[in-house]
């Protein structure tokens, strides 16, 4: 797994109140973390960032794992996960669609 690349996963609850639940982990570099998520939905599509932060606190390479609940009206609906820029060295993003996503 590369640095911030996130492995993510999506679950889907159908029955009321129907949810989706967001579900990932990063492997994060040392002297690193990441800040709480700022979540935007535009039409049918969830985005989660998250931004890169400075922690002396970390003296190792670590694993970085949350997750999202989001309230869902059940039509196809995808959801983002961006950590930093969001691609290289600096960032990575996942895409899951709920067609896709694990029913809970």
Request: hydrophobic fraction near 30%.
């Amino acid at each position: 797994m590369n640095n911030y690349k996130p492995y993510s996963y999506l679950y889907k609850k159908t029955s009321e109140p129907a949810q989706l639940r967001s579900c990932f982990v990063a492997k994060i570099p040392i002297y690193m973390n990441l800040s709480d998520p700022a979540i935007s939905t535009n039409n049918h599509v969830t985005t989660i960032t998250y931004s890169v932060v400075s922690d002396q606190s970390k003296i190792r390479e670590w694993q970085f794992e949350d997750e999202n609940v989001l309230s869902w009206d059940g039509l196809e609906h995808s959801v983002e996960i961006k950590i930093g820029s969001g691609s290289g060295s600096t960032g990575g993003t996942s895409d899951n669609s709920s067609g896709k996503a694990e029913i809970e």
